[in-house]
């Protein structure tokens, strides 16, 4: 079942390339964030490679409509696992006051969740999670790299191949609102119980780097927050 959302959600992603830049920096994105009107919540990945550029991303929601999802006609779902369901958003972000136009803000264009999962909130559910977040940079042609999103960034694949021991729980779909941002795209996926089977999510980290599209990374929740509390130290 493919369902239209009338959630006007955000992400915010802050790439951080070592530890002294997070201790140095990420407090104060974390608090800037909290200011937000429209913050929802936030979480800091950490990698588990550590040869991973990006050693820390910091994952902020912003949401400005809590609007429950209406269904939509059915859709063929002869590509994709029947667990799964596809949540598409409205065709194009509207431009209202509340949406921000900024360098690292994405706006949330489609995502795939398992099927007792609820689009809100984010919170990772088990202390074991883990993300498969891709990055991309585009040159052109990104009307028609929306449409075929599945496709190229893998999530058609991740889909299908992703170990069930990992229990897949969602794939978002980010844009970037500007076109100053050095990466286009993003593909953060969702898995509860990474941390239980690690070596299973590395190995899998390992065939998603083999498919030579886009920079890929695993990590875990080092931190969470949200609006009514200040970032755990």
């Not at 936030?42 to 910091?58: E, N, R, S, T």
């Not at 028609?144 to 969602?170: M, N, Q, V, Y």
Request: aromatic share 12%; with cysteine; hydrophobic share 35%.
């Amino acid at each position: 079942m493919s369902y239209r959302s009338s959630h006007e959600i955000q992400g915010r992603f802050r790439f951080y390339d070592n530890e002294e830049h997070l201790q140095r920096d990420w407090k104060q994105h974390a608090r800037a964030n909290i200011r937000q009107p429209t913050f929802l919540e936030g979480i800091l990945l950490k990698a588990l490679d550590p040869d991973h550029p990006f050693q820390y991303v910091d994952y902020a929601v912003y949401c400005t409509s809590l609007a429950p999802a209406t269904n939509i006609p059915a859709v063929n779902n002869n590509n994709k696992p029947p667990v799964f369901r596809n949540c598409r958003k409205l065709p194009s972000p509207r431009n209202g006051p509340s949406r921000i136009l900024s360098s690292g803000v994405y706006d949330e264009l489609e995502y795939i969740l398992r099927n007792e999962v609820k689009p809100l909130p984010r919170t990772p559910v088990s202390k074991d999670s883990v993300y498969f977040m891709s990055v991309f940079q585009t040159d052109g042609h990104v009307e028609r790299l929306e449409e075929t999103w599945k496709t190229w960034s893998g999530a058609d694949f991740i889909l299908w191949k992703c170990p069930e021991r990992l229990k897949l729980r969602r794939v978002t779909f980010f844009k970037s609102t500007v076109d100053a941002d050095l990466y286009t795209f993003v593909i953060l996926c969702e898995c509860e119980d990474g941390l239980t089977v690690l070596d299973v999510a590395k190995e899998f980290l390992e065939r998603l780097r083999d498919r030579r599209c886009g920079l890929v990374g695993l990590y875990q929740v080092e931190r969470y927050y949200i609006a009514s509390k200040t970032p755990k130290t």
